[in-house]
């Protein structure tokens, strides 16, 4: 996201293909002289970007100007936490229920109702019919440990 902002701060290579402008040049002076507290303008630093009030520090989205630079943070925050974090939560609340717990529970209550209907009890002792398998008989299991 902060990708796509920068780009938008590159339309000063759009108009005239340079950051710097022709009447201003890249300079460099040294003071010699013994106090510190004096300092001069030279005919390049008098070109340059007005300098800022107090200690600004950049977002990193424009480090010439404030206004812009606290305007592009605003809007990749507004970008990144409104639309991305509560639009993100809000359509994870509505996607459908990939657990199929919501199914299992509606389907226990229709089978419930059906054994009602038909009078049985609302749980059977015996959920397979016995009549369909064999069980040993206990002279056969004779001293073996049953583990339930």
């Avoid at 293909?17 to 030279?42: A, G, P, V």
Wanted: glycine share 4%; aromatic share 10%.
């Amino acid at each position: 996201m902060a990708g796509l902002v920068r780009l938008r701060t590159l339309q000063g290579l759009n108009r005239g293909l340079s950051l710097i402008s022709k009447n201003q040049s890249l300079c460099r002076t040294i003071s010699t002289s013994s106090k510190k507290n004096i300092t001069e303008l030279t005919d390049c630093q008098s070109h340059g970007p007005p300098p800022s009030k107090k200690n600004w520090v950049s977002w990193g989205y424009d480090k010439t100007d404030k206004k812009i630079d606290r305007h592009y943070i605003h809007e990749s925050m507004f970008v990144s936490v409104t639309l991305c974090i509560v639009f993100g939560f809000y359509y994870m609340m509505y996607l459908p229920n990939t657990r199929m717990q919501d199914w299992a529970q509606r389907e226990a209550y229709l089978e419930l109702r059906r054994r009602e209907e038909l009078g049985l009890p609302p749980i059977d002792k015996d959920y397979f019919d016995p009549a369909n398998f064999s069980l040993p008989t206990d002279e056969e299991l004779e001293d073996t440990p049953i583990i339930i």
